[in-house]
């Protein structure tokens, strides 16, 4: 299982936020170049970056940001925030990004989303639903989690046959620390045997990674416990071998 240390960007800051709260943003002193070279070093293949002032305004404001991090960076990249046309995927994945997260879009325009799959390959994009919980059925939130789908996880992962990657963050557990949705990832592993799932939110320790692995997931986004040193990034890596 591949380990994804997450890089969340607003104004060019290294942030965390709880449950998505753009309000209440923890700020950390790392330049963001400093802390993908810090990732590379501890033994990281790829790291996860948001833009999440793009994600709020659902369009780019940080992607030029984005493009000098994948100029330099040791590691492969996965990047988010703001995507809302084929010029900008373009020009991410002209700038080094090894694969761009839709979220919002691929909810609200699977045809476009799913034409971009099939022109840029299905290893370069990777869908991205978020959801929560209501009445035990994943609801896919978008916006940055401001807006409700009204469609489950199961409905929009359907309109994809052809994807091969797909992201999944309960935000009811993101940037909380409080130990990830393992019933979840081992639902979205058996009901959708062709996407590789990785799993975000809750992740505090190696054993929440080792009962990701071993739900089937391919990939863990690990954030703020590593922000916090509440864990290490050569333990996580280790964790997910």
């Given at each position: 299982?591949?380990?994804?240390?997450?890089?969340?960007?607003?104004?060019?800051?290294?942030?965390?936020?709880?449950?998505?709260?753009?309000?209440?943003?923890?700020?950390?002193?790392?330049?963001?170049?400093?802390?993908?070279?810090?990732?590379?070093?501890?033994?990281?293949?790829?790291?996860?970056?948001?833009?999440?002032?793009?994600?709020?305004?659902?369009?780019?404001?940080?992607?030029?940001?984005?493009a000098?991090?994948?100029?330099?960076?040791?590691?492969?990249?996965?990047?988010?925030?703001?995507?809302?046309?084929?010029?900008?995927?373009?020009?991410?994945?002209?700038?080094?990004?090894?694969?761009v997260?839709?979220?919002?879009?691929?909810v609200?325009?699977?045809?476009?989303?799913?034409?971009?799959?099939?022109?840029?390959?299905?290893?370069?994009?990777?869908l991205?639903f978020?959801?929560?919980?209501?009445?035990?059925?994943?609801?896919?939130?978008?916006?940055?989690?401001l807006?409700?789908?009204?469609?489950?996880?199961?409905?929009?992962?359907?309109f994809?046959?052809?994807?091969r990657?797909?992201l999944?963050?309960?935000?009811?557990?993101?940037?909380?620390?409080?130990?990830?949705?393992?019933?979840?990832?081992?639902?979205?592993?058996?009901?959708?045997?062709?996407?590789?799932v990785?799993?975000?939110?809750?992740?505090?320790?190696?054993d929440?990674?080792?009962?990701?692995?071993?739900?089937?997931?391919d990939?863990?986004?690990?954030?703020?416990?590593?922000?916090?040193?509440r864990?290490?990034?050569?333990?996580a890596?280790?964790?997910?071998?």
């Open positions: 299982m591949l380990i994804y240390p997450a890089i969340d960007l607003m104004d060019g800051r290294c942030v965390r936020l709880s449950q998505g709260r753009f309000d209440a943003p923890t700020v950390y002193p790392a330049d963001p170049a400093e802390a993908l070279a810090g990732f590379a070093a501890a033994g990281a293949e790829w790291t996860h970056v948001v833009d999440l002032d793009g994600a709020r305004a659902r369009e780019p404001r940080q992607h030029p940001l984005l000098e991090l994948a100029a330099t960076a040791r590691q492969r990249l996965q990047v988010a925030g703001g995507f809302r046309t084929r010029e900008q995927v373009t020009r991410m994945l002209d700038a080094g990004v090894a694969r997260v839709i979220g919002s879009l691929a609200s325009e699977p045809e476009t989303v799913g034409a971009w799959i099939d022109d840029f390959g299905p290893e370069r994009i990777t991205a978020d959801v929560r919980l209501v009445d035990g059925v994943p609801e896919v939130a978008t916006a940055g989690w807006e409700a789908s009204g469609r489950s996880l199961w409905d929009v992962a359907g994809y046959p052809r994807a990657h797909m999944v963050t309960d935000i009811g557990r993101d940037g909380m620390m409080a130990g990830p949705n393992v019933e979840l990832v081992e639902e979205a592993v058996r009901r959708l045997p062709h996407l590789s990785q799993a975000s939110g809750g992740v505090a320790s190696a929440d990674l080792r009962a990701l692995k071993a739900a089937g997931a990939g863990a986004i690990v954030g703020k416990a590593l922000w916090e040193a864990l290490g990034l050569a333990e890596v280790d964790a997910g071998r």
